[in-house]
C-alpha cells in the first residue's frame, strides 16, 4: 500500500513536471496537453469514482500551482471529472482498444468545460472568451493522443503492490 502512493505521487510529479517544461513548448493553436487531467481519467476508469476524485483533486492542487488561475480551480474541475468518469467506467467494456483515446478526449473536454465555466463564473470573465473553444477543442484532441502513453504509466501505479515491474504490459 505504501508503495502503491509513493508510486501516485511520482505519476502527479512526473505529469505535473512533463506539463509546466516540456509541453508548454509543444503547443498547437495555443493549445497543450493537460496531462494532469488526463491521468485523473485513467485512475477513474481504472479505480472508480473515490480514488479518481481523490487523484484529480490532488493532481488539480498540484496543477493550480503553477497557474494564473484561483488556487484550487483545476482541483475541483479535475475531482469532478475523475468522479464522473468513474462512475461512466462500471458500465464499458474493458476490452475495447480505443477507450483510453476515446475517454482522454471526452474527459478532458468535459473537464476543461468545468474549469472554464467554473472559473469565468468565479470572476476570470477572460476565461469566457470565443478563442477558448478553440483551445479546449484541440486541447482534447491533444489528450485524447496523451492517453495512450499516460493510461498505461497510472494502471502501472495504481496496481496493489504485487512486485510487476515497469513498463506495464
Known sequence: ?????????????????????????????????????????????????????LFGFASGLATDLFLSTPVGLSALAFALTGYGVGLFQSGLIRESKGIAL?????????????????????????????????????????????AAAVFPFVRWAAKADSGQAWPPL
Request: some cysteine.
Open 102 to 146: 476515446f475517454l482522454g478526449g471526452v474527459g478532458s473536454l468535459v473537464g476543461n468545460l468545468i474549469f472554464l465555466i467554473v472559473g469565468g463564473l468565479a470572476g476570470h470573465e477572460e476565461l469566457f472568451a470565443l478563442h477558448n473553444i478553440q483551445v479546449l477543442i484541440v486541447a482534447s484532441l491533444y489528450d485524447a493522443l496523451m
Open 1 to 53: 500500500m505504501v508503495l502503491r502512493r509513493i508510486r501516485l505521487a511520482l505519476v502527479v510529479l512526473s505529469l505535473v513536471v512533463l506539463q509546466t517544461t516540456v509541453f508548454t513548448h509543444l503547443r498547437v493553436l495555443d493549445a497543450v496537453p493537460d496531462l494532469c487531467l488526463v491521468g485523473t481519467i485513467a485512475m477513474a476508469y481504472e479505480e472508480g469514482p473515490i480514488p479518481g476524485a
